[in-house]
């Protein structure tokens, strides 16, 4: 190597040691701020998360609602502090936000339904129309919640089936409460020959449901017409009980009342045609 080859590679090192120097001296605040700015800010969020995890258990949310909101809040500002750390040191955060808004917006198209399942998730478990043990009637089914989730709801019904209830669909329509209040009224509905003495029958029946173990004695028992016609009179049995016993007394109760009207001489309705001739 000649001494002119020699002189350029020194001049170009001391130009590369002059330049990074340069940089060094402006970048190197920038990269400690943002350094101290992330430190900071990542200890303001833990802090802020677990506040609201003390808010969430003291207004009593569910623990599902509780992690899923504390998890979304500590995402959304953990990509809030990146966003600021890399404007400060320099990075044009411009595209990357429009990049992040657009797949945002195709994820949100692909997932519409289940979206609109998890938004109704969150309300139910904001709002709490039942609870976990509850026996609801909703979309047609009547069953035990026995799991609440963010996108569906699980029931059991009485022939021992789980449904799952998308949350979508059930958060906008009619729920029905039947352990809102403890005690369910069992309403049945049973009939007797049109000639029968209905204040006998009704006593009968009174009886008879009296003599079920689980049927409550307060609120008490009511038998009262519900129909006179078709060839019999309807009567409207209505006893009450706890929610867990509901399906034994709705069976129960009726083979107890027919029993006991069968033993009183209570005739039920005589099933009869009507034939017309030409």
């Known amino acids: 190597m000649d001494l002119l080859q020699i002189d350029t590679v020194t001049n170009q090192a001391s130009t590369f040691a002059v330049k990074a120097k340069e940089m060094a001296m402006e970048y190197a605040p920038k990269l400690l701020g943002a350094i101290l700015v992330y430190l900071i800010g990542s200890w303001v969020i833990k802090k802020i998360t677990q506040l609201l995890n003390k808010m969430f258990i003291k207004k009593n949310y569910e623990p599902s609602l509780r992690t899923f909101l504390s998890s979304l809040v500590s995402i959304a500002l953990n ?11 320099g ?4 595209a990357f936000a429009a990049l992040l808004a657009g797949a945002g917006l195709a994820i949100g198209a692909a997932l519409n339904g289940s979206l609109g399942n998890f938004a109704g998730g969150v309300m139910m478990l904001v709002f709490k129309p039942f609870k976990v043990g509850d026996m609801i009637e909703a979309q047609g089914q009547i069953g035990i919640v026995t799991e609440q989730g963010i996108f569906n709801t699980m029931i059991l019904t009485a022939d021992n089936k789980t449904v799952i209830l998308p949350n979508g669909p059930l958060s906008t329509g009619t729920i029905v409460n039947y352990t809102t209040h403890g005690n369910l009224r069992v309403d049945l509905t049973m009939a007797i020959a049109p000639n029968m003495e209905i204040e006998k029958a009704r006593q009968v029946a009174i009886v008879a449901m009296a003599h079920h173990p689980k049927v409550l004695n307060s609120p008490a028992p009511e038998v009262s017409v519900l129909k006179v016609g078709d060839g019999m009179v309807t009567l409207a049995v209505r006893p009450y009980t706890k929610q867990p016993d509901y399906w034994d007394v709705y069976f129960g109760v009726q083979e107890l009342v027919k029993n006991a009207w069968d033993v009183n001489g209570v005739e039920g309705p005589t099933p009869h045609r009507v034939i017309i001739q030409k």
């Not at 990509?79 to 040191?89: D, G, R």
């Not at 990075?91 to 411009?94: A, G, M, S, W």
Request: no cysteine; charged share 15%.
């Open 79 to 89: 990509i809030l502090l990146l966003l600021s750390v890399f404007e400060m040191i």
């Open 91 to 94: 990075v044009k955060i411009t």
